[in-house]
């Protein structure tokens, strides 16, 4: 076998140096303005200097296209026909085979003991393990340490540089790719194969590894309005604790609000949504046409209509979930994304910006209505009434509709049996103004621990959630906890004032809502809060054009508006939990009062914290299904 070693080498050291002159020349490449970055967002706007963001917002297209078109539906054929053992078998094998590329950034970075341990995994798999096709060493209780030659440069204090992304590979920075560079020579296969069968492996172990991830990022991505912002953060804050071998303190306090535990909430299939359809159609008068997902049960009697919360994608987890759980009953599922997220608003006919609920509640209807006709049309499902599940937001929305029907009727012909809202607010702007005073709360921090505590915060939870399953609490306080639901619903806000203004551009922001380089636009999105968006987006448009007053517009967004339609309609339920921290003791009392035995209180979950919990989802059900004598 004749390899020619040397060449190949001198190649990838000249490539290796010039990136390591242009990394240290990149140093000096400054990011935003520190005044202009929101307090405790700094590891999202500034996590690098991103000079060449028009290139790197190219390539993310680029890698959502080919994710999208090439790399999901291959892997969905390439799974079919290769076994679950044999594909594990190949990611062990590729494991295995890497086994150098640790060994040596181990002992780079003075982790002897770690380089003990892979060379015993490496002797274990690689003879008990059958050539390491299985990760006996594993089973054995010994640990697999993932080093790298990015993270042995920044053990030496070697600069980050820019953010850089790659295409085919995603995101990365001038470091890493230095580091990638570097780590071509250590593998196995690289000195015992000729240079085609190397590179036969190495296409065989990448594209094992695609398909693997396959699935997660094509639902990443339909899930992202622009997935650019959190793909570069979450990036660098996760090569961020690798560098640094980030551990959580032991003694870190571990309160956080109930409401995280809405992260549990996800399908046991975890690849329900792709038992599922995406269908399209087309509004009268709307230029696009609008997205649903749905999971048809031929021959159910049964359909049921799923309304996210606040910016909710119709395939994010929660939505599965609740997918899952109810197509398992028997119903026939639709699901559209909430009325604030770009994927449903920006197919309506109407350009309006959303967040009116008493006007969102018309075009709203109209969309259900055409989308159940659409499904039971296109799945031969008998036609029928419908029951509509809203939480949150999407509770609200069930609400308004409700109070439609119950006073004019619902437009397009929808009939609905039964409407279940879930940890509804009672006062919308009372609490969207809870949210700002929770994203507010690192202002209050002292300014000289502000920067060091908000990149901890963002450390630890991307360390945390990498094993939160429920059975461990995240370690944050009540406020960290606060300030990143808040952090969350902001970024939901942004996305919903950037595409409303791409759409119908009002002319308060500076920044072009259309441009391709959002950087700079999402830094002043990120600094409008809620009362923000009410005062310069939604008020302006609806006073115009129903020559109204903002108090009564104000009024019209409260529950209390309804509260006729509500107390009489028999076909509401209301699920509500008592520490939800968007309600106060009032607001509990007028639930009581208006709602009667059709409004179950529980104790504790926070907003929509136990929605995960088995007993809570037999309640759904439960109310969903009883007779309209309702009560509890």
């Not at 390539?59 to 594909?87: C, D, G, I, K, T």
């Not at 296409?203 to 693997?212: D, Q, R, V, Y």
């Not at 159910?300 to 994608?313: E, F, N, V, W």
């Not at 639930?591 to 995960?612: C, D, I, K, T, W």
């Amino acid at each position: 076998m004749s390899i020619k070693v040397a060449p190949r080498l001198n190649c990838l050291f000249l490539i290796f140096l010039s990136l390591l002159a242009l990394l240290f020349g990149s140093s000096c490449v400054s990011g935003p303005a520190a005044q202009d970055i929101p307090a405790g967002t700094e590891l999202l706007f500034s996590p690098l200097p991103d000079p060449l963001e028009g290139y790197n917002r190219s390539v993310e297209l680029f890698n959502q296209n080919l994710v999208e078109h090439l790399v999901f539906p291959v892997s969905q054929a390439y799974n079919f026909v290769l076994p679950e053992p044999a594909r594990e078998g190949i990611h062990n094998a590729g494991v295995n085979l890497f086994y150098p590329l640790r060994l040596v950034n181990c002992l780079l970075q003075c982790k002897f003991e770690a380089a003990w341990q892979e060379s015993q995994r490496f002797a274990v798999n690689s003879t008990v393990g059958l050539l390491g096709l299985r990760d006996q060493a594993s089973r054995w209780g010994m640990p697999l340490h993932r080093e790298d030659f990015g993270q042995s440069l920044a053990y030496y204090n070697c600069p980050a540089g820019f953010y850089f992304n790659l295409p085919f590979l995603g995101p990365s920075n001038l470091r890493d790719c230095a580091g990638m560079l570097l780590a071509i020579p250590c593998s196995l296969q690289y000195w015992l194969l000729s240079e085609p069968l190397a590179m036969s492996c190495d296409a065989l172990i990448m594209g094992n590894e695609s398909a693997a991830a396959a699935y997660t990022l094509d639902n990443y991505f339909k899930t992202q309005y622009d997935s650019y912002l959190l793909s570069r953060a979450m990036y660098n804050a996760q090569r961020k604790a690798l560098a640094s071998d980030y551990q959580i303190a032991p003694d870190c306090e571990s309160n956080p609000d109930q409401s995280l535990g809405y992260l549990l909430l996800r399908p046991q299939d975890p690849e329900f949504a792709s038992r599922g359809y995406e269908r399209r159609l087309r509004l009268p008068g709307a230029k696009s046409r609008l997205p649903y997902s749905c999971w048809p049960s031929p021959g159910s009697a049964k359909t049921l209509i799923i309304l996210p919360g606040l910016g909710g994608h119709r395939l994010s987890a929660g939505v599965l979930a609740l997918a899952e759980l109810l197509q398992a009953q028997g119903y026939s599922v639709l699901a559209l994304s909430s009325s604030l997220n770009p994927d449903y608003f920006r197919h309506l006919p109407e350009a309006a910006p959303p967040g009116f609920f008493w006007a969102d509640r018309r075009q709203q209807a109209l969309a259900l209505a055409a989308c159940v006709e659409d499904m039971q049309r296109h799945f031969k499902l008998p036609e029928q009434v419908c029951t509509v599940l809203g939480y949150s937001l999407g509770a609200i929305n069930a609400l308004y509709l409700s109070d439609l029907e119950f006073e004019e009727g619902l437009p397009g012909g929808l009939q609905v049996r039964r409407y279940l809202a879930i940890n509804p607010p009672v006062d919308t702007p009372l609490a969207l103004s809870k949210i700002d005073d929770f994203f507010a709360i690192p202002q209050s921090w002292p300014t000289e621990q502000r920067q060091q505590r908000s990149e901890d915060l963002m450390l630890k939870l991307v360390t945390a959630l990498k094993d939160f399953n429920g059975q461990n609490r995240l370690p944050l306080s009540l406020e960290e906890s606060q300030f990143l639901i808040a952090l969350n619903m902001r970024l939901n806000l942004a996305e919903t004032i950037a595409a409303a203004q791409k759409q119908n551009n009002q002319g308060f922001l500076r920044h072009d809502p259309a441009v391709f380089q959002k950087n700079a636009l999402w830094l002043e999105l990120m600094n409008l809060s809620f009362d923000d968006y009410m005062r310069l987006s939604v008020m302006p448009y609806y006073c115009e054009k129903l020559e109204c007053e903002p108090d009564w517009l104000l009024e019209k967004s409260k529950l209390s508006a309804l509260e006729g339609s509500l107390r009489r309609n028999d076909k509401l339920r209301l699920l509500q939990n008592r520490n939800d921290f968007l309600i106060d003791s009032e607001q509990l009392s007028w639930y009581s009062r208006v709602f009667g035995r059709r409004a179950l209180l529980l104790p504790e979950g926070g907003h929509l914290g136990n929605m995960y919990h088995p007993d809570y989802q037999a309640l759904i059900v439960k109310m969903l299904e009883e007779d309209d004598g309702g009560g509890q």
